[in-house]
């Protein structure tokens, strides 16, 4: 199976901020990794597919770049909504797998 | 619009038997294939299982293999998860989601839904 690692575990960050999360693949996935939101109580949220597609309707201000083994996900001008946590997926492969989930908070 | 709506969650002893319901609308299961997903208490996401949008071929992860089933109706648009033997590490909260693309093998999700509880407990 690929395992996904993904950093870091949780931030604090403050409105306006730009932060980052990245993932690593143990093995090479091309670009079959997104990136979703997910708050509680909610369903999960598709942000980022094939690595650095905007899904339709998300806000521009989510972007994702990486390809291989090594993938970034950013957000910039972080707003309040964003608090959540934000999890990448491969699915070069099955089974799929999840990194661990990044908890983003706003100080 | 699309919509996933999971339900069948609930209390059940271990080595029990639950079957979930995702019932979907805005889409249709033959045209798109439907993923399960789960999330333990304090853990991350982690993908259990796939049926096609034709119903001819299911994936499921290791955890699932010999234990779950997937399942359809498609008169109905509902696709199901029977789950045997239940211990206290499937407790945790069910999604089932929509496949991103139509009549492709299997592909990534899009469309989520919120998810039903399951504990396992005696």
């Known amino acids: 199976d690929i395992q996904m690692t993904q950093s870091p575990s949780s931030l604090s960050a403050s409105i306006g901020d730009t932060v980052t999360i990245t993932c690593q693949a143990s093995?090479?996935?091309?670009?079959?990794l997104n990136w979703y939101q997910h708050k509680p109580g909610k369903a999960p949220r598709l942000l980022i597919f094939?690595?650095?597609k905007l899904e339709t309707g998300v806000p521009s201000r989510f972007s994702g770049t990486g390809f291989g083994t090594h993938f970034t996900f950013t957000i910039s001008s972080l707003q309040p909504e964003d608090v959540a946590t934000y999890s990448c997926?491969?699915?070069?492969?099955?089974?799929?797998?999840f990194g661990p989930g990044t908890r983003l908070e706003i100080k | 619009q699309v919509h996933l709506v999971e339900s069948g969650g609930g209390v059940v002893q271990p080595g029990g038997s639950l079957r979930l319901s995702c019932v979907v609308a805005?889409?249709?299961?033959?045209?798109?294939?439907v993923h399960w997903v789960r999330q333990a208490p304090g853990k991350g996401l982690e993908w259990l299982a796939f049926?096609?949008?034709?119903?001819?071929?299911?994936y499921y992860a290791d955890s699932a293999k010999g234990r779950f089933a997937v399942s359809r109706d498609t008169s109905q648009n509902t696709v199901y998860l029977q789950m045997n033997s239940l211990s206290g590490d499937d407790t945790g909260i069910y999604y089932c989601?929509?496949?991103?693309?139509?009549?492709?093998?299997?592909?990534?999700?899009?469309?989520w839904g919120q998810g039903t509880l399951v504990t396992v407990s005696s």
């Open positions: 989601a929509k496949d991103r693309l139509s009549g492709y093998n299997i592909q990534s999700f899009d469309y």
């Open positions: 805005g889409f249709s299961i033959i045209d798109y294939g």
């Open positions: 049926v096609r949008y034709d119903g001819n071929q299911m």
């Open positions: 093995r090479a996935i091309s670009n079959y």
């Open positions: 094939d690595a650095s």
């Open positions: 997926l491969q699915y070069d492969n099955v089974p799929y797998t």
